[in-house]
């Protein structure tokens, strides 16, 4: 099944847990939470008090998408305030086969992002540990960038690859994903689909149901 995760990053956070609850009930499985540290991507966004309050409202997975330098310091805060899913950046990592080991210690799936211009040659060795890969379709840091056509080469290669291992890990894209995108990614081969600005621009409800419809 395809999977659609929002990212709050687009939310209006002045009412952060309604809209977040109206795009679940609308059918969106997973929840997509951006935290930026103004080092690893230009902005800061939030942290974990925001996880931490979210969390009671829902069962939904929690997928924390950390573009933060170094986020072995951070892995077990993130996994105690309600992470599911964890994705470091490869690019952020000096060890990262420790932060992915880390990431399992806390009984938490682990997922790896890279930026567009990161060779996917960086996951050879992890890659059977892994949950899911995130190919980022925009360079990290803000919403509402467009989608870097190039990127969907890259899951169509990772899709291949993963076949030729035999290996059940997701694709993810992140980035510029919207109604007009969202197909490519998904013949390219995508299982997790997340959209901010597309999801929590307008009418949410609709949003979701007209992204959900492109990719079931
Ligand atoms: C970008 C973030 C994304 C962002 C996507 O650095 O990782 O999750 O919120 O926003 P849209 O879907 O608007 O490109
Ligand atoms: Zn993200």
Redesign the pocket.
Known sequence: MKILSP?I??ADFRHLGEDVKTALNAGAQWV?I?VMDGMF?PQISFGNPVIKALRPDTDAVFDV?L?IEEPGRYIESFARDGADVITVHAEACRHLDRVIQQIKACGKKPAVAINPATPLSVLNYVLDDLYMVLIMT?N??????SYIPYCSEKVRELKEILKSRNLKTLIQV????NLSTIEEARDAGVDVF?????VFGGDIEANVKALLAKIN
């Open positions: 990212s990053l687009s997509h951006d991507v998408h573009m925009v990290p840091g803000f919403g509402g960038q992140d980035g510029g994903v997340v959209a901010g600005s597309a």
